[in-house]
């Protein structure tokens, strides 16, 4: 099922390097889908130290619907088991030292985690002369937590099809269900951790996140694109596997406390990204992508990321894609490795190692060929395998910190596609 083409060659440079660099909107102003795709993957995420371990499935189709609608739709299974950081403490020493969750004889996979999620999601794009709607949702379940999304995007193209306008919007409704002793919506005290697990109350949380971006193709190699994002979140923000040691002031060594982690009930934060793409027609049309985003939020955490990838066709259908990414943040205003005195003199605190200062360093290589010679009725088929590996180091963190390295950990990440185009 085809439609003719009306897009100009400087509008397919823009679908190419936002579909490139994974920000192409699921709505794209004059641009029907013209074939049935489907896309399969599975990727394995591994940290270090016997940590988390992931196994990701995902499966996503679309069509087209008459002449002027795109139907999509995907699926993911996440299957999860390892350990993960439970609490901070000091040693014999009083060097801070992080605790991970220990493994349990009575668990299936003889993991302290074990879970699965699965969740799907569904979209429907109406196509304008110079815009496009699109609306959709979604489902996301756990064994401890559900959420349920629905999102829009209006995206209106310009200036000759040269300025793109995005428009979107999403919410989503959460409910947490911790699945251990005494750990419910309120944060106390901990106790009898070994006693057995019982299912605590339910915790609910509202998200809403808003994106006002603009994309302008600068000239036949050239494209800029600008977005900013607010996001605002409401309700139990904690997390209920995680606990916080507090020392005597007199005596550092002796632990006063022991609370749940215990965080503001509310967050907004504000984002900004600047994503530049050029093509190299003399490289064999080779593509820079350069991209830089800066975050801030009321939890008093600051952040940048920057990342540069080069793809670069080699011939006979093959693509080689390698990336580099460096990331930094400032600590969370709540946030201690270990706290001194006893919770109750404390609004909000929280010795998660996500809410540190730290800074991360990662880079990956990709590879893909695309096939256009296949067999009836498939048109086309794209192969992809990459890998990417992660540091994590408070070492890294723009301006430094003192944190120490306690939480220091790496990881990597290995996956492989199918695309076919029918």
């Known amino acids: 099922m085809k439609k003719n083409k009306t897009t100009t060659a400087l509008a397919k440079l823009n679908i190419a ?6 920000v192409m909107q699921d709505a794209n102003a004059g641009r029907v889908e ?22 990701i499935f995902d499966m996503a189709v679309s069509a087209p619907i008459a002449k002027s609608m795109t139907f999509s739709a995907s699926a993911v299974r996440d299957v999860i088991s390892g350990a ?29 985690i074990c ?47 040269l300025t793109t306008l995005n428009l979107g919007g999403s919410v989503a409704f959460d409910v947490v269900e911790p699945s251990v002793v005494n750990r419910g919506c309120s944060e106390g005290i901990v106790t009898n951790e070994d006693t057995g697990a019982v299912r605590g109350a339910n915790c609910h949380k509202t998200s809403q996140q808003y994106l006002l971006g603009v994309s302008q193709v600068l000239d036949k190699n050239s494209l800029l694109q600008l977005n900013m994002t607010f996001n605002y979140s409401d309700g139990y923000l904690s997390d209920p596997y995680k606990q916080v040691f507090f020392y005597d002031t007199a005596n550092p060594l002796r632990i006063s406390d022991i ?38 939020d009321d939890w008093g955490i600051n952040s940048h990321t920057s990342e540069l990838s080069w793809h670069q066709p080699i011939g006979a259908g093959w693509q080689v ?32 190692y996500r809410l540190a200062g730290f800074g991360a360093i990662s880079g990956g290589l990709k590879l893909a060929k695309t096939f256009t010679e296949v067999s009836k009725p498939i ?25 120490g390295n306690f939480a220091d950990f790496s990881y990597y990440l290995v996956n492989a596609s199918v695309s076919l185009k029918f």
């Open 17 to 22: 390097a936002l579909a490139l660099t994974g």
């Open 34 to 55: 013209e074939s049935y795709n489907s896309d399969f993957q599975y990727g394995h995420y591994s940290e270090s130290g016997n940590r988390m371990s992931v196994d």
């Open 84 to 112: 993960s950081p439970k609490y901070n403490k000091k040693d014999s020493k009083g060097n801070v030292v992080q605790v991970l969750s220990s493994a349990s004889p009575k668990n299936w996979c003889h993991q302290s």
């Open 115 to 161: 879970d699965q999620r699965d969740g799907v999601n569904s979209g429907l794009t109406y196509f304008f002369d110079n815009a496009a709607l699109n609306v959709g949702g979604g489902f996301s379940q756990e064994q401890d937590y559900t959420s349920r999304f629905a999102n829009s995007n209006l995206s209106w193209d310009f200036n000759k099809k």
């Open 259 to 296: 609370q749940n982690d215990k965080r503001p009930r509310q967050k907004t934060q504000f984002a900004w990204l600047a994503q530049y793409v050029h093509n190299f027609e003399g490289l064999n049309n080779a593509a820079l992508h350069a991209d830089y985003r800066f975050a801030m």
């Open 321 to 352: 894609i390698p990336r580099f990414r460096y990331y930094s943040q400032d600590s969370a205003d709540f946030y201690s490795a270990v706290f001194s005195g006893k919770g109750k003199n404390y609004d909000a605190y929280s010795s998660d």
């Open 379 to 403: 048109e086309q088929m794209k192969l992809q395998a990459g890998v990417e590996y992660y540091d994590h180091s408070a070492a890294y963190q723009l301006g430094g910190n003192n944190s």
